[in-house]
């Protein structure tokens, strides 16, 4: 059974600073989502790495893929208070013939001026 | 949120009592999902469809049901509902379905309350 988990749940930081956010996952997929939601909002999608060594930008967010090491990071850069959000992760799994994602619990991130 | 409907937005009831949550898409996909998110649990799968009266189950899909009578409608049934069901639902869609790209769109949800 493939199991997601995020690290850490929960991040305060300041504006300006760095951090990373960490996805583990515990068998092979070679397929990892990154999605953002807003407090009382739906999610929406972020980042999608399909292959080992796959690395996205996208402003202040930058996601990568080892999927040897089976981790994903979400580095954010220079830190600002509209990144304020939970993300989360997900790991493409086959089951059934059929493709499903299951989820990190999620990182609530706040950024603070 | 790409032509995806969820209705109602809010909903509280009462235990043991039927409950049905709507999600309308204008998109075309074949894909369609129903997840509920709990705090600390991510989202969960509940059911999917893979096409019109096509579906199976997820993780955690006891004590629902659902129909796909049309492309864009899927319908999320509680037979009766109970205070463990309490929970944010949503529901997403996409044109693939995996493989590759699971790219998914998600509806705004549903907050429902069991008491």
């Known amino acids: 059974e493939l199991k997601v988990e995020q690290n850490p749940l929960f991040l305060s930081m300041q504006e300006g600073k760095n951090y990373t956010i960490y996805c583990n996952y515990s068998t092979t997929s070679d397929r990892l989502y990154w999605y953002r939601q807003d407090p009382g909002k739906s999610l929406e999608s972020l980042f999608v790495l399909l292959s080992n060594g796959a690395v996205k930008q996208e402003g202040r967010l930058m996601a990568s893929l080892d999927t040897k090491a089976r981790l994903s990071t979400l580095h954010i850069t220079a830190a600002v208070h509209d990144l304020s959000a939970t993300y989360f992760c997900?790991?493409?799994?086959?089951?059934?013939?059929?493709?499903?994602?299951?989820w990190g619990a999620g990182t609530k991130l706040i950024i603070k001026p | 949120d790409a032509g995806i409907t969820q209705s109602p937005r809010h909903k509280v009831t009462e235990t043991g009592t039927p409950v049905t949550l709507r999600c309308h898409q204008t998109e075309n996909h074949r894909y369609m999902y129903w997840y509920r998110q709990d705090p600390g649990h991510g989202l969960r799968l509940i059911h999917y469809?893979?096409?019109?009266?096509?579906?199976d189950k997820g993780e955690v899909s006891d004590g629902y049901s659902v129909s796909r009578s049309k492309t864009e409608d899927f319908l999320l049934t509680l037979e009766s509902a109970t205070s463990s069901q309490t929970s944010v639902y949503f529901c997403a869609i996409s044109p693939r379905g995996g493989q590759g790209n699971e790219k998914l769109f998600f509806g705004s949800g549903t907050q429902l309350s069991v008491l």
């Open positions: 469809s893979y096409g019109v009266k096509d579906t």
């Open positions: 997900a790991v493409e799994s086959e089951m059934d013939s059929n493709y499903q994602l299951i």
